[in-house]
């Protein structure tokens, strides 16, 4: 364990997307496993004071944390490599930067002075990146810094860092310098010049990297490494390959390989050992090696952009690893589902789920999908939007209640048996204004849950502002649709379940957001072993008719 609380900041160039979170969450892994206290956090530079308000479109899913902030998806990745559940210290954005500079300002804090963004802004951020650090939680903070080098929106973050490494003091911080280094198939070679250009622009800020971490498709050779340490002021040992590989969970390993771990504990003065990776290659191993497949339907809107739905996909790799299974995932845009194209796009799961979300589009598709899978018995999970879908179909096709829709489609409708929550219907703002973070469920006995968890009451984390109509439990429930989960204070029922169905899980909050490498959630464990029952029960049933 280290003394002084230490810190290394995560900085990108070239072009985005090279992985700056995974590399992060690897390092981390990597220090967690030699015994250091090690949390990751994230500064976004967009001026949204949290991803709340944007499009998945935009931005990929909105994580949410136990406390309730809505926050980058880098933060699933945190969670998901380290077991260690984040908050809402781990994610700043511009917007909460300057909303926090704007309003002691109007409280007459700064004495008079004029209020810039230096010293005033960067201080907010040093303040903000240190709030980890000071708790005496942590001996180590991984600070990983959206956008890339250059970027006008970064430059007081970058500013930030120069500072702090500074106050710091040597062996208390260190700068790690992901880029890129491109492969020109016309010359047939690697070429070191985008981050020559790109550390370049990083001291032009007056902060040198201390190692590079360099994403790359081929093999760099030594020769290479050699000239990017010579042109770019870090030792030989500090220049680290970035191979493409087939998983992210790939990564901590290639990274041990390199040695990122231990160059980083040496410049931090700190001990190196050898991590102990036992648990995590023995998942990387079960993920890598199945004993067969099944096939699951992802139904939802957005499904051209993998990233909207990225703690579901990751959950669905934990829980098949855990059962031995590749989980393959067919994206089914619920815009074009209807009840002609129906069972040729459904028959042939082996369970489906109804993704979350907001808005009218593609609900129709989501009611016909649920409708298919209830009678014809493959399993099925809902989640949030998803769980609220099957009440409708449910309460239109078998209570024949055929206008039953949710308040957010249709606020007219006659049998709203979903509903604006109470508490949310004199909510006019729609920025971190929804039920969020994690709430307690009571589970129903000899219920699909309650032997699922194995527990009678659960935390689940929620994002939400429609719930279930309880004015319309008692028919919903006299016509074999089931609350099995209930919250005990608010009564507001938070799982659904059909008993003479093989397995109808609906769920109004998100259990992929808990999922992790160390603990696979249950609830993906069991829906993925259920899609496997049925996978087999199908192929028995084939078998007998072919006799």
Excluded at 29 to 35: D, N, R, S, T, V
Excluded at 279 to 294: L, S
Excluded at 352 to 368: T, W
Aim: charged fraction near 25%.
């Amino acid at each position: 364990m280290a003394t002084t609380t230490k810190y290394i900041f995560v900085t990108g160039g070239v072009t985005s997307s090279l992985g700056k979170g995974i590399i992060a969450a690897s390092l981390a892994k990597l220090l967690q496993a030699q015994g250091y206290r090690t949390t990751i956090q994230k500064l976004d530079p967009y001026i949204n004071v949290d991803p709340g308000t944007l499009n998945p479109y935009e931005h990929g899913e909105c994580y949410v944390t136990d406390d309730g902030a809505e926050t980058d998806l880098d933060l699933g990745h945190y969670e998901r490599f380290l077991n260690v559940p984040t908050s809402q210290a781990n994610n700043v954005t511009t917007g909460r930067i300057y909303q926090s500079v704007i309003e002691k300002e109007r409280r007459g804090e700064f004495l008079g002075k004029t209020v810039q963004v230096i010293p005033h802004i960067t201080d907010e951020i040093k303040h903000r990146i240190q709030i980890l650090g000071k708790s005496g939680d942590y001996d180590i903070v991984i600070t990983e810094i959206g956008g890339t080098v250059g970027d006008i929106e970064s430059l007081p973050y970058v500013e930030s860092v120069r500072q702090l490494k500074w106050e710091l003091g040597q062996d208390n911080a260190l700068v790690i310098h992901l880029t890129l280094v491109p492969y020109l198939s016309a010359a047939g070679e690697l070429k070191t010049k985008p981050t020559q250009h790109s550390v370049k622009t990083l001291m032009e800020s007056g902060v040198q990297a201390d190692i590079l971490v360099c994403r790359t498709e081929h093999e760099l050779p030594q020769d290479l490494r050699d000239k990017l340490a010579r042109f770019c002021n870090v030792t030989r040992d500090s220049v680290i390959q970035s191979i493409d590989a087939s998983t992210i969970y790939d990564v901590p390993n290639l990274m041990l390989t390199e040695g990122l771990d231990k160059i980083v504990l040496k410049k931090l003065a700190l001990k190196s050992e050898t991590p102990d990776l036992t648990r995590w290659n023995a998942f990387v191993e079960r993920h890598k090696n199945p004993k067969t497949e099944v096939t699951i339907g992802l139904i939802g809107k957005y499904v051209e952009l993998q990233d909207s739905y990225k703690s579901i996909l990751e959950a669905f790799i934990h829980a098949g690893a855990e059962n031995e299974v590749k989980v393959n995932i067919e994206s089914i845009h619920s815009e074009y589902l209807n009840a002609d194209n129906i069972k040729l796009k459904l028959s042939h799961l082996d369970g489906v789920l109804v993704a979350p979300g907001f808005g009218e589009r593609g609900i129709e598709g989501k009611i016909d999908a649920v409708r298919y899978v209830r009678e014809n018995n493959i399993p099925f999970l809902g989640i949030c939007l998803g769980m609220q879908m099957a009440v409708i179909e449910f309460s239109r096709n078998v209570l024949g209640l055929k206008d039953a829709n949710s308040t957010e489609m249709n606020e007219s409708t006659t049998n709203p048996v979903i509903d604006l929550m109470e508490e949310q219907k004199t909510v006019t703002d729609k920025g971190g204004t929804m039920r969020l973070g994690t709430w307690t469920c009571d589970l129903s006995e000899n219920s699909i849950v309650r032997n699922v968890y194995n527990a009678k009451t659960i935390g689940e984390r929620h994002r939400h502002r429609y719930e279930f109509n309880s004015d319309f439990k008692a028919q919903i429930e006299e016509k074999g649709m089931v609350a099995t989960g209930l919250n005990p204070d608010t009564k507001l029922v938070e799982i659904v379940e059909i008993p003479s169905h093989p397995w109808f899980v609906g769920v109004q909050y998100h259990p992929e957001y808990k999922s992790t490498v160390a603990n696979p959630h249950p609830l993906f464990v069991a829906f993925v072993k259920a899609a496997l029952v049925h996978k087999e029960t199908k192929k028995d049933v084939s078998m007998a008719q072919n006799k």
